[in-house]
Every structure is written in C-alpha cells, then in structure tokens.
Nanobody, 121 residues
Framework: QVQLVESGGGLVQAGDSLRLSCLLS????????MGWFRQAPGKERELLAG????????YYADSVKGRFTISKDNVKNTLFLQMNNLKPEDTAVYSC??????????????WGQGTQVTVSS
C-alpha cells in the first residue's frame, strides 16, 4: 500500500513563502502522477497543482497560478510545492495525492494525512 507523508506546513505571515514536501513510500514514485490539494474550513477540497507522472505536464488552479510551483524528485521519491506570496485565503489543510499513471488533473487514489498552512494578515 502506497504511503504519503507531507511536511513543511506552518504559520506564516502574508507575503511569506513555504515549501511543502510529500514523501511517497511503498511504490514506484516515477509511475505516479501527483498533486497538491487543499481544504479550508467549510469549503470543498480543491486541486491546486498536479504533475504528470512523466514530469512533462503540470496543472495549476487559477487561484495559485504564478505563485505556487509543483515539482518532483524521482530520486528522493518526493513531491514539492513551493508557495510564494502567501495570502490569508491560502489558509487550509494541504494534502498530497498520488494516482498510478494518472494525468496532471488527478483525482487521487492515495492520500497523505495533510499538513496545516496558516497565513496571518
């Protein structure tokens, strides 16, 4: 069973940056399309960014385009999300997801436990 573990969340001020990491184990990392989702209180979970398993294509939601960057390291089995110019409305629980041979607009088969990101104004 694939396992995903996120790290890197925390409390920051508006305008700051954070980098989230997601380590995949018990699976062949290079075969998985991966993505970052977030869910704020009272809101539905949304796909923020996704990367095709080949690494050749990415997807970004309009709300984060130009501020967030998704990347992956097939040697370290790790997915990253670089978040710049954070805003209070970015406050949410961020989760990574993986889908075997999926697309960059993945729905997610395997999920991490989530990490809290809080942005103060």
């Amino acid at each position: 069973q694939v396992q995903l573990v996120e790290s890197g969340g925390g409390l920051v001020q508006a305008g700051d940056s954070l980098r989230l990491s997601c380590l995949l184990s018990r699976g062949t990392f290079s075969r998985y399309s991966m993505g970052w989702f977030r869910q704020a209180p009272g809101k539905e979970r949304e796909l923020l960014a996704g990367i095709h398993w080949t690494g050749t294509s990415t997807y970004y939601a309009d709300s984060v385009k130009g501020r967030f960057t998704i990347s992956k390291d097939n040697v370290k089995n790790t997915l990253f999300l670089q978040m710049n110019n954070l805003k209070p409305e970015d406050t949410a629980v961020y989760s990574c997801a993986a889908e075997l041979f999926g697309t960059e607009r993945l729905s997610g088969t395997y999920w991490g436990q989530g990490t809290q990101v809080t942005v103060s104004s």
